[in-house]
């Protein structure tokens, strides 16, 4: 059975920072690419980073670019997103997502609640 666990989201105040996990099991971890994707009430679901299978390439929605940095270790088949100066906007759950390199088939964590407030 496949499982995406997310871990590390809380409260925070604007300008601080916070870094949020994946732990993944039930998968050859290394054969999917992954991304973070965050949903805030009311909007729709959007990709905020992604990160191919080796770890070579990543991408980032315009609005966390210079803020957010994706990683992942595949030796402990992991997933993180350390978010630095943080904004309010950015409060949202935050899921992982992992993605077949060749069938594009998807998994989906249950999501961690990220609230940037003062």
């Known amino acids: 059975q496949v499982q995406l666990v997310e871990s590390g989201g809380g409260l925070v105040q604007p300008g601080g920072s916070l870094r949020v996990s994946c732990a993944a099991s039930g998968l050859i971890f290394s054969n999917f690419h992954m991304s973070w994707y965050r949903q805030a009430p009311g909007n729709e679901r959007e990709v905020v980073a992604t990160?191919?299978?080796?770890?070579?390439?990543?991408t980032y929605v315009d609005s966390v670019k210079g803020r957010f940095t994706i990683s992942r270790d595949n030796a402990e088949n992991s997933l993180y997103l350390i978010m630095n100066s943080l904004k309010p906007d950015d409060t949202a759950v935050y899921y992982c997502n992992a993605r077949h390199w060749y069938t594009n088939y998807e998994y989906w964590g249950q999501g961690t609640q990220v609230t940037v407030s003062s």
């Open positions: 990160i191919t299978r080796s770890g070579g390439s990543t």
